[in-house]
C-alpha cells in the first residue's frame, strides 16, 4: 500500500527560486495537510484542505500556497524561496474529523 | 490558542523497563487523541488512537485518557532499543479538521 507519496524526497534551491512539492494519497481520504518540522518547533500546520474544492491557512502560511487539485493530490508552492523555508515538509492526509492522520516520508528542503 | 504539552526529555529508561510518557491539552472539548511515534530522519507513525476516558492496550503500549484532567499517557512495557524514538502527542478539536501536536517525548532505551 502507497498510502501518502510525496515528491521530491530532497531539493535544494536557490534563494528567490520557485518550486512546488506533490502530495497523493491513495486512501481516499477527505482531507489533506502540509507541516513543516523544525528542530525544537515541533510539527507546525501551513495549510490544509478539509475537502475537495477547499484549503485553510494554518499557523504557518505565509510565503507559502496550495492547491487542491482533486481529492487525491495536494501541491504546495513556495514561489520565491527563502532560507527560512528550509525544513522538512510533510504531507498528510485523514478520512474525517476524529481520524487520525497519516503521514508522508517527507520531503527535505534547503534553501540556499 | 489550543495547546498540546508534552515534556521534551530526553526520558531514559533500561531495557525491559516501563516507559511512561505524558501529555497534557488546553481545549476541554477535544474528542480525538493520538500517540505517534517519530524515528530521526523519518515520518511520524500512528502506533495509538484512543477516545474515551480509561485505557486502551495494544501489545506492549497502553494509552490512558482522562478528560477531566485534560491529561492522556502511553505506557509502553518491556522497552526495547527499537522503542527510542520521539514520541508524539496529538489532539482534535471537537469538529475540527486540525490535529495539534505537542513537540514530543525523546524516549531513550539504554541495553
Known amino acids: 500500500n502507497a498510502g501518502v507519496t510525496q515528491t521530491p524526497k530532497f531539493q535544494v534551491l536557490k534563494t528567490g527560486q520557485s518550486m512546488t512539492l506533490q502530495c497523493a494519497q491513495d486512501?481516499?481520504?477527505?482531507?489533506m495537510y502540509w507541516y513543516r518540522q523544525d528542530p525544537g518547533m515541533g510539527l507546525r500546520l501551513i495549510y490544509y484542505s478539509a475537502s475537495e474544492g477547499t484549503t485553510d491557512k494554518g499557523e504557518v502560511p505565509n510565503g507559502y500556497n496550495v492547491s487542491r487539485l482533486n481529492k487525491r493530490e495536494f501541491s504546495l508552492r513556495l514561489e520565491s524561496a527563502a532560507p527560512s523555508q528550509t525544513s522538512v515538509y510533510f504531507c498528510?492526509?485523514?478520512?474525517?474529523?476524529?481520524?487520525?492522520?497519516?503521514f508522508g516520508d517527507g520531503t527535505r528542503l534547503s534553501i540556499l | 490558542q489550543k495547546e498540546v504539552e508534552q515534556n521534551s526529555g530526553p526520558l531514559s529508561v533500561p531495557e525491559g523497563a516501563i516507559a511512561s510518557l505524558n501529555c497534557t491539552y488546553s481545549?476541554?472539548?477535544?474528542?480525538?487523541f493520538f500517540w505517534y511515534r517519530q524515528y530521526s530522519g523519518k515520518s511520524p507513525e500512528l502506533i495509538m488512537s484512543i477516545y474515551s476516558n480509561g485505557d486502551k492496550e495494544d501489545g506492549r503500549f497502553t494509552a490512558q485518557l482522562n478528560k477531566a484532567s485534560q491529561y492522556v499517557s502511553l505506557l509502553i512495557r518491556d522497552s526495547q532499543p527499537s522503542d527510542s524514538a520521539t514520541y508524539l502527542c496529538?489532539?482534535?478539536?471537537?469538529?475540527?479538521?486540525?490535529?495539534?501536536f505537542g513537540k514530543g517525548t525523546k524516549l531513550s532505551v539504554i541495553p
Open positions: 498528510a492526509s485523514r478520512d474525517g474529523r476524529n481520524q487520525p492522520q497519516h
Open positions: 486512501m481516499n481520504h477527505n482531507s
Open positions: 496529538a489532539v482534535s478539536g471537537a469538529g475540527s479538521y486540525q490535529l495539534t
Open positions: 481545549d476541554r472539548g477535544s474528542q480525538s
